[in-house]
């Protein structure tokens, strides 16, 4: 299951997974041997320096599992991570700290993630103070710059995380990973907490901080529209598997895994005139201690045939910066496998993000946002 990285030049990737695993102790069993849940099984692909790479799947597939391997929030059971070049797999809590800073992440709940007994200000100070910013006046010009940047006041870094609506607290947030001056951010899920016009303008920002911060993006998501709008390629994750991988315009156009086509139904349809062609996903996703023989998405695929279930399907290179795990992709490719040219390119989440750029634009920046 290792895909060819040959168009990830090692110059370019920052970031690699390399055969990465993540088992996890299954509830105890009365009799017999205690399963592991195996939350992400044998994942390799690189990502590259500036691009925004999205990693989509339902819930459960082992998307957020990977996203905590590949910044070493969470240590692999077997395979490496790559960062610059150094495999940071083995790193000691210790050894990590020096790299932290420069591999931030960004919480999906905006409550729980920010602590309620310190103040704005000493919670986007603190990455600074770890992270060796050894004056105090250097620090707190640096969080009101900061918060002045994701669209905050800087006398609200005397307030406290309760003061602040649901997208106020995820621009804290995204504050607080700024300060320690990151090379790669990862959101999981970073706007699905939040109501929907304040989704458009927390993307737009983010897409607005990684051009200025020269960042790299990881972005963990199960809208699939959102991920259209602001990603560069997308891997598609099944079952703890990385079961498709491309860039973004031609996987939605043509997606050539039968999970990832069935994912494309989950896009809402926003003119009656479009169709959807291909077959919506049956049946629930099978336990993650006792994974499906062969290929993992036998059980729920409308293609499988008896060799699914007996012979694991490797991530294969289909052209051009395109892999695929599936033994019958060819057979199963349709030109209208996607959803249609109209639904796509007139995506009325694209023109929601547009019609609030365009607003938050001719606003002062410095106003807060909800
Ligand atoms: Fe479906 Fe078989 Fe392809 Fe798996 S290998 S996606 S079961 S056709």
Not at 131 to 143: D, L, M
Not at 171 to 181: D, H, K, P, V, Y
């Amino acid at each position: 299951m290792t895909p060819d990285l040959s168009t990830t030049a090692p110059e370019t990737t920052i970031l690699e997974a390399r055969g990465l695993t993540r088992h996890f102790a299954g509830p105890a069993r009365l009799f017999g041997k205690t399963p592991s849940v195996r939350a992400v099984d044998g994942v390799s692909f690189g990502i590259r320096r500036g691009e925004t790479f999205a990693i989509v799947g339902e819930s459960g597939c082992g998307k957020s599992t990977l996203a905590r391997l590949l910044i070493r929030l969470l240590a692999p059971t077997d395979g490496r991570v790559i960062y610059n070049g150094q495999d940071i797999s083995g790193l000691s809590d210790a050894e990590m700290r020096s790299l932290r800073g420069e591999l931030q992440f960004i919480f999906q709940d905006p409550f729980s993630s920010l602590n309620p007994r310190m103040t704005v200000g000493a919670i986007v100070e603190e990455p600074m103070q770890v992270h060796g910013v050894e004056s105090s006046a250097a620090r707190k010009e640096r969080v009101a710059q900061l918060l002045g940047r994701v669209g905050l006041r800087a006398e609200h870094a005397n307030r406290y995380p309760h003061e602040f609506s649901g997208g106020q607290r995820q621009r804290i947030g995204i504050a607080r990973a700024l300060a320690s001056g990151p090379k790669v951010i990862i959101g999981d899920e970073p706007v699905s907490a939040l109501d929907v016009s304040i989704q458009a303008q927390v993307v737009n920002l983010l897409e607005d901080l990684k051009e200025e911060f020269g960042l790299t993006l990881i972005i963990i998501a199960h809208d699939l529209a959102v991920i259209r709008h602001m990603s560069d390629r997308v891997g598609v994750m099944y079952l703890g598997e990385m079961i498709e991988l491309g860039q973004t315009d031609a996987l939605y156009d043509q997606p050539l895994h039968p999970y990832t086509q069935a994912l494309m139904t989950a896009i809402p349809v926003p003119s009656p005139k479009a169709r959807r062609m291909s077959e919506g996903l049956s049946g629930d996703v099978p336990s993650p201690s006792a994974p499906p023989t062969g290929c993992r998405f036998h059980t729920r695929c409308p293609h499988a045939r008896s060799r699914c279930s007996e012979q694991k399907p490797a991530l294969e290179q289909t052209g051009d910066e395109r892999w695929v795990a599936c033994h019958f992709w060819q057979e199963i490719k349709r030109p209208d496998a996607g959803l249609d040219a109209e639904t796509v390119r007139g995506d009325a989440t694209a023109r929601r993000f547009e019609l609030y750029r365009s607003w938050s634009e001719g606003k002062n920046p410095a106003t807060p946002q909800r």
